[in-house]
T-cell receptor
């Protein structure tokens, strides 16, 4: 299994500000993933974060809005920049432990933008 | 591009009843996952299905995979209230990216 923690667990922010979300994994992993879950919706992949290289963003997501850091094999951050109410979502990080296990998700960060 | 569809999206059923929910995907997928999400919670992994004909069971839930039909099913046996949750299936795109594409999720309510 994998133990994943995220900080903060929730936050209420004003529009125009930025929030950095941290994701810590209990063991080294090559790839970490950041997903967004808008209220009542499914999960959408924002980007894949590899240690030592630039994150790979999915269509509709850009680095200026969602900058990602991956300084080592157990940690990553996602920043939600210049927030608007449309950014209100749950942000989840995940890691893959191979086909014999599963892809594990962190507890999520619940963001409300006013 | 991999697309994943779930059917139905909402289900209300009585305790003790059986039901099967469906997950179709559009292109070849390396793996097929089932997750459960309770309100306000993160995702809990239920099953990972890797190959054609794979069947896995845990308690009242059984998942299967038919790669030729690009179909996975999640069968619920003798439902209980505790199974009430949202269930997501997700496929993994080929090519080693390990990224998942999720279906819209099925909200299950089991009534006493």
């Amino acid at each position: 299994s994998a133990v994943i923690s995220q900080k903060p667990s929730r936050d209420i922010c004003q529009r125009g500000t930025s929030l950095t979300i941290q994701c810590q994994v209990d063991s080294q992993v090559t790839m970490m993933f950041w997903y967004r879950q808008q209220p009542g919706q499914s999960l959408t992949l924002i980007a894949t974060a590899n240690q030592g290289s630039e994150a790979t963003y999915e269509s509709g997501f850009v680095i200026d809005k969602f900058p990602i850091s991956r300084p080592n094999l157990t940690f990553s951050t996602l920043t939600v920049s210049n927030m608007s109410p449309e950014d209100s979502s749950i942000y989840l990080c995940s890691v893959d432990r191979g086909p014999q296990e599963t892809q594990y998700f962190g507890p999520g960060t619940r963001l409300l933008v006013l | 591009e991999l697309k994943v569809e779930q059917n139905p999206l909402f289900l209300s059923m009585q305790e003790g009843k059986n039901y099967t929910i469906y997950c179709n995907y559009s292109t070849t997928s390396d793996r097929l996952y089932w997750y459960r999400q309770d309100p306000g919670k993160s995702l809990e992994s239920l099953f990972v299905l890797l190959s054609n004909g794979a069947v896995k069971q845990e308690g009242r839930l059984m998942a299967s995979l038919d790669t030729k039909a690009r179909l996975s099913t999640l069968h619920i046996t003798a439902a209980v209230h505790d199974l009430s949750a949202t269930y997501f299936c997700a496929g993994m795109a080929q090519g080693g990216s390990e990224k998942l594409v999720f279906g819209k999720g099925m909200k299950l309510t089991v009534n006493p």
